[in-house]
């Protein structure tokens, strides 16, 4: 058990709807990471706040966004559904903000259908 | 495009062997690399790291190798256990440019 927790596990919904993931990190951890990996595809980097603020952003579209409030926990909302975001999306949570080198702690993720 | 690139899907290895698992990058920018290990229905979990300024990490078992010049790297587990069968991730970073890539994964089944 990494400490970080993910709901739902499970997700499914219809195009054009939106959805949100919620992510708790560990105790103490100031940095939420977000990713998203489809079907046999490695990793890819959403998003990543530190402390309540944006700090970097990697693949993600304009339909998805993502906030983390004030007690660290964070939401990632996917609006406009379509097919293709069908995938597995992780949250991860680090101490600090060292995106590279800081150990990432990730979530059992949830699993996104869209229909 | 795929900067880091885990060419094999899949490995099998006798249990006691030695398992070695292969990781390709294109941009030289990478500083920091890491390796992660998932096991179906989890997180990835972080295995071991290295830092673009040495060219070999161990950590018991586990060692990680870099060739900056060939812009490869590999993970060597030794000896390999059953408990060792699960995807492998690597992953590459800009530390001070906030990027970090994965590749696509490769699934270690060790045998008894």
């Known amino acids: 058990d990494s400490g970080v927790t993910q709901t739902p596990k499970h997700l499914i919904t219809a195009t054009g709807q939106r959805v949100t993931l919620r992510c708790s990190p560990r105790?103490?951890?100031?940095?939420v990471y977000w990713y998203q990996q489809s079907l046999d595809q490695g990793l890819q980097f959403l998003i990543h706040y530190y402390n309540g603020e944006e700090r970097a952003k990697g693949n993600i579209l304009e339909r998805f966004s993502a906030q983390q409030f004030p007690d660290l926990h964070s939401e990632l909302n996917l609006s406009s559904l379509e097919l293709g975001d069908s995938a597995l999306y992780f949250c991860a949570s680090s101490l600090r903000g060292l995106f590279g080198t800081d150990t990432q702690y990730f979530g059992p993720g949830t699993r996104l259908t869209v229909l | 495009d795929q900067q880091v690139k885990q060419n094999s899907p899949s490995l099998s290895v006798q249990e006691g062997r030695i398992s070695i698992l292969n990781c390709d990058y294109t941009?030289?920018?990478?500083?920091?690399f890491l390796w992660y290990k998932k096991y179906p229905a989890e997180g990835p979990t972080f295995l071991i790291s290295?830092?673009?300024?040495?060219d070999k990490n161990e950590d018991g078992r586990f060692t990680v190798f870099l060739n900056k010049s060939a812009k490869h790297l590999s993970l060597h587990i030794v000896p390999s256990q059953p408990g060792d069968s699960a995807v492998y991730f690597c992953?590459?970073?800009?530390?001070?440019?906030?990027?970090?890539?994965f590749g696509a994964g490769t699934r270690l089944t060790v045998k008894p």
């Open positions: 992953a590459a970073s800009r530390v001070n440019n906030n990027d970090m890539r």
């Open positions: 941009n030289s920018m990478f500083d920091y």
């Open positions: 105790s103490g951890d100031l940095s």
């Open positions: 290295i830092s673009s300024i040495k």
